[in-house]
């Protein structure tokens, strides 16, 4: 389970977040939506302990550990996993290298590179990218949908428990959509992570069977209730009667 309490957040010496509250439990999927500038972006970047944002106060636990002081790469070795709407380009690194680099920090053994090998060639079948591309430097001039296959392939080689997917429909044609909601469908039936999907718009939602939502403003958790909210949310707006007055589990 993850429990956000009370936390509040500063980036460039703004605050952004305050008095944000949050519990996901595991195997849950929570979908987190709001008007744009209110913190969706950083709840995520504060989770994965991104040096710009600072946590000030509250708390964050995970099954019941202590994370506010943790380094982004110790939040990695929990199996937390962040795929964002602009994927970061690293020239000079392939995938293989980094792949077989952290599934051996992981399991802390040395990764049998035949067992990687096929399991990479399979996942990038499974995702729908040449096999070529293990050897490819990490999204460096790959087209949109391209890096948010390789940010999938990622996924299903590291097999992460808690997945934030931060805009991820960001950008995306009807068919990309189509890919990447089955795709991430897949990876919940095959694995049954938590995960925390911050989106605009419903369409990514369709390809998931059950999920809560909470909607942010200013910095905090105003309402949280169940996928009904999304249809409230888009026919009224977040600011709405129809929105204050929905179902509030909070």
């Given at each position: 389970?993850?429990?956000?309490?009370?936390?509040?957040?500063?980036?460039?010496?703004?605050?952004?977040?305050?008095?944000?509250?949050?519990?996901?439990?595991?195997?849950?999927?929570?979908?987190?939506?709001?008007?744009?500038?209110?913190?969706?972006?950083?709840?995520?970047?504060?989770?994965?302990?991104?040096?710009?944002?600072?946590?000030?106060?509250?708390?964050?636990?995970?099954n019941g550990k202590l994370l506010n002081d943790l380094t982004p790469t110790e939040i990695g070795r929990l199996g937390f996993?962040?795929?964002?709407?602009?994927?970061?380009?690293?020239?000079?690194?392939?995938?293989?290298?980094l792949l077989r680099s952290i599934i051996g920090?992981?399991?802390?053994?040395?990764?049998?590179?035949?067992?990687?090998?096929?399991?990479?060639?399979?996942?990038?079948?499974?995702?729908?990218?040449?096999?070529?591309?293990?050897?490819r430097d990490i999204n460096f001039n790959m087209s949109g949908g391209e890096k948010k296959?390789?940010?999938?392939?990622?996924?299903?080689?590291?097999?992460?428990?808690?997945?934030?997917?931060?805009?991820?429909?960001?950008?995306?044609?009807v068919d990309a959509m189509k890919v990447v909601g089955e795709l991430l469908k897949k990876y919940y039936d095959m694995y049954h992570p938590t995960m925390l999907i911050v989106t605009h718009h419903a369409d990514i939602l369709k390809y998931f069977?059950?999920?809560?939502?909470?909607?942010i403003n200013d910095g905090k958790i105003i309402k949280t209730g169940s996928k009904d909210l999304v249809s409230l949310i888009e026919k009224h707006g977040f600011r709405s009667n129809a929105i204050a007055g929905s179902e509030n589990h909070e």
């Open positions: 389970m993850l429990e956000i309490k009370n936390l509040v957040v500063k980036a460039q010496e703004k605050e952004i977040l305050n008095d944000f509250n949050l519990n996901i439990d595991n195997g849950e999927i929570m979908v987190l939506m709001g008007p744009n500038g209110t913190g969706k972006s950083t709840i995520c970047k504060a989770l994965m302990h991104h040096p710009d944002y600072e946590i000030i106060s509250g708390v964050i636990k995970s996993f962040l795929l964002g709407q602009n994927p970061t380009e690293i020239e000079g690194i392939t995938n293989a290298e920090e992981i399991n802390g053994k040395k990764v049998d590179v035949f067992a990687f090998q096929k399991k990479l060639t399979e996942v990038c079948k499974l995702v729908g990218l040449p096999k070529e591309f293990m050897h296959k390789n940010e999938l392939l990622h996924l299903f080689m590291l097999e992460p428990k808690f997945i934030i997917l931060d805009e991820i429909d960001s950008g995306l044609d069977d059950d999920y809560k939502v909470s909607i």
